[in-house]
């Protein structure tokens, strides 16, 4: 027994020494070059493209088993103008050897020196990176059609591949990294045709003393076109079985000392289920700034240079394959705050939920400056300037229109194809509410809205907001179940200041009082053109309390009175008070028709019917104004209660024309022939004077039109 165990450790000793020998001569003996031809070929053909190494080829095998590689290159495909996708200055990796026995890896250096990415983009949109590791053999079987027995054995691996990921665990009891470094990397990406051409430099990742049973450090740092970019933490621990249990995160990432953004948290279930339950927070910061140091502009210039200064953002974010969910949200712009949460899953057919609350916002000050802002801002050489460039632009489009022929595709309002299908899709139910929100120079408060939608219906519906004293209750519902979209609007106003509304909607001074609206409407098309031609509906304007600003119908009608066609000097602003002032009409055919539209007035009524027409933009309405009560003391020294002056509005909406109908005026108040005829028969029958009759007819033109026969 004993001899057995002697010879037994003897021929151990020697298997050892054989081992130990070998593993250190081998690479005295062993020349790896032989074998670089082989090793280009393989990789050539398993990426489908060019792949050279250098002569700089080192093995060893004891204690540290490894190889280290130099100038490993990746060729592009034709048409590129980088010789090579991807070049490495040096690849070394070494592991230990007497680890493995017991399933531990312990890797000494995982080092890649100096790699070089070019992504580029050809003339056609091709990226270089397309196709590949596809191989001719690939292509081939591409179009080669499938027969049955070839799909079973191309699904075989892939169920044994499922298996396999399905235990979660790893061949192996232990892993240890004591060096990982990527250094000195370079991506360049260019894509002439999108005048890109973006830089990625100075890459390095060290990463030391990587373990599965403990929390990894990340540091990484990145020059983009020259502005540093950084992340930092930790990650993991991962364990001893990948993919099982969540793996912790605590990152911070850093761009230009300027952005700083925090995740925490941790990736949950990665061979299950994957998915992420993080806190994100993103220290305040300018976007303008941050823009302008990445040697980008706005996407917009906006109208106020001081917004977009300073942006925060705290969020909670739980996410899976399923679904992703966003609570707890707090987002600062400038001196606006939104908190938010929002659900979507199904991301197929997304199915949305969300909850907006803004506080207040000013969104003209993030919009372009209007024409209207720039000439204000302007001096009043280049407002003049600018008023004459653009009336002889207008002129010129004008005349082109007048002589220019009109083609079919002209006359008809052309639709902009826009695809809906992705809409149709979604299932939408949100809750927007704002507390003070300025648009278009109009301040709306405590505005709420519900949002729903499914199968390509979309419902606004109830809205509620406080509009300038008063209030308005809305709904609108689009409906894009065709190519075209529909749209049905309903509108309900009450006691709303009309003055400080048109103010700051239109910067006129037409109206005033308080106005009550309610009006439906339907329109069919989504650009302006094709909605003024097919919006149809009914509503109703009054106004009560109030006046007309600029055109005083009392002092029409006295001049109208007292001397046809001339009218006389008023020191204040014309005007004309009401108590009442109702405007019913209705729309179809792109025309809006006012039918018994009235203004009540201690001295005057007035009737008004008319068209104007949406798409020429022209109006054309007939305003029958009649005094009801005398105008003495207000200049005139006749009572003129029950006259009719005829009032003509015509012109454009941009530029209307309002003028006294002399024409109608005239043959409502002269006397018919026959009583013209009895008025001489009856002077000269009875034995008059021509004298008398002249003088009656002095009488009745002077009725009319007072010192015109003096």
């Known amino acids: 027994m004993k001899g057995i165990i002697k010879w037994g450790l003897i021929a151990l000793g020697c298997l050892i020494l054989l081992v130990a020998g070998a593993v250190m001569l081998i690479p005295r003996f062993v020349d790896i070059k032989q074998y670089k031809p082989e090793i280009e070929q393989l990789v050539s053909e398993q990426a489908g493209r ?39 200055k040096t690849f070394e990796v070494r592991l230990k050897v007497m680890p493995l026995l017991s399933k531990q890896i312990e890797v000494k250096t995982f080092l890649i020196d100096s790699p070089q990415i070019y992504l580029e983009k050809d003339k056609n949109g091709k990226g270089n990176w397309e ?42 009891e232990a892993l240890t990294i004591r060096n990982f470094s990527i250094v000195n990397g370079l991506v360049h990406y260019v894509d002439p045709a999108g005048g890109v051409d973006k830089k990625l430099t100075d890459f390095r990742v060290v990463i030391e003393n990587i373990s599965l049973d403990k929390p990894i450090p990340v540091e990484l740092s990145v020059k983009l076109d020259g502005k540093p970019l950084s992340l930092s933490g930790e990650a993991g621990p991962v364990g001893k079985e990948p993919g099982k249990g969540d793996i912790p995160l ?80 707090v987002l600062t712009l400038d001196d606006s705050t939104l908190k938010f949460s929002a659900r979507v899953k199904e991301y197929a057919k997304p199915d949305i939920q969300f909850d907006l609350a803004l506080d207040q916002i000013d969104l003209d000050r993030y919009l372009p400056q209007t024409d209207q802002d720039q000439e204000t801002a302007g001096t009043e050489t280049a407002s003049a300037t600018q008023k004459t460039t653009k009336t002889k632009t207008a002129q010129q489009k004008a005349a082109s229109a007048k002589t220019a022929p009109v083609s079919a595709k002209e006359k008809e309002p052309a639709e902009t194809g826009t695809d809906y299908t992705a809409l149709r899709q979604m299932v939408v139910d949100g809750k927007l509410s704002a507390g003070k929100l300025k648009a278009a120079n109009v301040i709306i408060q405590s505005l709420k809205a519900q949002v729903q939608g499914k199968d390509g219906v979309f419902k606004l519906a109830p809205v509620s907001l406080s509009l300038y004293q008063g209030s308005v209750a809305a709904s609108s519902v689009l409906d894009i179940r065709k190519n075209t979209p529909k749209t049905q609007f309903e509108l309900d106003a009450k006691n709303i200041q009309a003055a400080p509304l048109v103010q700051a909607a239109a910067a006129v001074d037409v109206i005033e009082g308080t106005l009550a609206a309610d009006m439906k409407l339907a329109m069919t098309g989504e650009t302006p053109d094709m909605i003024k ?23 029409m009608v006295r001049n109208a009175g007292a001397k046809v066609g001339l009218s006389e000097t008023v020191e204040e602003k014309p005007r004309t008070d009401f108590s009442e002032l109702s405007i019913p009409f209705s729309l179809g055919k792109g025309t809006a028709t006012v039918t018994d539209a009235s203004l009540v007035s201690p001295l005057l ?64 108040q002269l006397p018919d022939a026959d009583s013209l005829k009895s008025l001489i028969q009856g002077g000269s029958g009875s034995g008059t004077s021509s004298k008398s009759v002249k003088e009656q007819a002095k009488g009745v033109l002077n009725s009319l039109i007072p010192g015109l026969t003096n």
């Open 533 to 555: 031609k097919t919006v149809s509906g009914k509503g109703q304007l009054r106004f009560t309390d109030g006046a007309i600003v600029g055109v005083d119908l009392a002092n």
């Open 131 to 172: 196709n590949l590791g596809q191989t001719a053999q690939d292509q081939t079987r591409k179009q080669t059609p499938k027969t049955e027995s070839t799909v079973k054995k191309e699904a075989e691996p892939t169920e044994k591949k499922q298996e396999q990921t399905e235990s979660g665990s790893l061949p192996i």
């Open 250 to 329: 605590n990152i911070t990432l850093k761009a230009l000392d300027l952005l700083v953004c925090k995740l925490k948290g941790a990736i949950t279930d990665p061979a299950g289920n994957p998915g992420a339950d993080l806190s994100v927070e993103v220290d305040s910061f300018s976007p303008r700034n941050l823009m302008a140091g990445l040697g980008m502009s706005l996407p917009m210039e906006t109208s106020d240079p001081k917004v977009l200064d300073s942006v925060s953002l705290k969020t909670k974010v739980k996410a899976d394959a399923g679904q992703v969910a966003v609570s707890d949200g």
């Open 50 to 88: 060019p792949f050279s190494i250098g002569d700089d080829m080192d093995l060893s095998v004891f204690p540290w088993v490894g190889v280290k590689l130099s100038d490993l290159k990746l060729g592009n495909p034709k048409g590129f103008s980088a010789l090579d996708m991807v070049t490495i």
């Open 605 to 668: 009524r007035v009737a008004t019917n008319g068209k104007a027409q949406l798409i020429k933009e022209t109006l054309d309405f007939k305003v029958d104004t009649k005094l009801v009560a005398t105008l003495k003391g207000q200049g005139d020294t006749k009572d003129r209660s029950g006259l009719t002056v005829p009032v003509l509005i015509t012109g454009t909406f941009a530029q209307p024309k309002i003028r006294v109908d002399l024409e109608e005026l005239l043959k409502s």
